[in-house]
């Protein structure tokens, strides 16, 4: 599988954002998919999950309430909706997928097989 994420660039603090991760191919067979963050001079951060159902989903605590991950369909892209976004929020953005996770591990890079080439996000004040 192969993911392109989209939708990065420059945007004022207090506004908001849409990044999408597109699938190269058939990604239903995939059980989970989440955004990761990785901000200069910072290792990789989780920022959201979803599962396969599209219902389930859980957030880092850095951005809970204020974005939202979705997916319409099995086969879809993902989106991130981010908004009140704060400088923090500054980072490249990548998008991953995996068949298989372990649930206790589903917060981790290392958990995912398949991931975006990231797309940056700049927030300024």
């Known amino acids: 599988v192969q993911l392109q994420a989209s939708g990065g660039g420059f945007v004022q603090a207090g506004n908001s954002l849409r990044l999408s991760c597109a699938a190269s191919?058939?990604?239903?067979?995939?059980?989970?998919v989440a955004w990761f963050r990785q901000a200069p001079g910072k290792e990789r951060e989780f920022v959201a999950g979803?599962?396969?159902?599209?219902?389930?989903?859980w957030y880092a605590d850095s951005v809970k309430g204020r974005f939202t991950i979705s997916r319409d369909s099995a086969e879809g892209p993902v989106s991130l909706q981010m908004n009140m976004v704060k400088q923090e929020d500054t980072a490249v953005y990548y998008c991953?997928?995996?068949?298989?996770?372990?649930?206790?591990?589903?917060?981790?890079?290392?958990?995912?097989?398949?991931w975006g080439q990231g797309t940056l996000v700049t927030v300024s004040s």
């Open positions: 991953a997928m995996s068949r298989t996770v372990i649930y206790s591990t589903r917060d981790r890079p290392e958990s995912y097989a398949y």
């Open positions: 191919e058939r990604s239903s067979s995939t059980v989970i």
């Open positions: 979803l599962w396969r159902s599209r219902v389930n989903s």
